[in-house]
């Protein structure tokens, strides 16, 4: 194989890793997003059940 080639696989190697480690990295990024977001949708519905009361009452 030529040395030519030989770096262009080697650089296509690395493109499509660092792509992949972007796709993971974005991948944990939402997930952490949405584990952030659960508890905050419990805090606005407790939120609106205390509120509720409170106006009820």
């Not at 080697?10 to 997003?33: G, P, T, V």
Request: net charge negative.
């Amino acid at each position: 194989m030529s040395a030519t080639k030989e770096h262009a696989l080697i650089s296509a190697e690395e493109y499509l890793d660092a792509e992949l480690k972007n796709d993971r990295k974005h991948e944990l990024i939402n997930n952490q997003f949405m584990q952030w977001q659960e508890p905050a949708q419990t805090m606005n519905v407790l939120l609106a059940i205390f509120i509720g009361n409170l106006v009820i009452t």
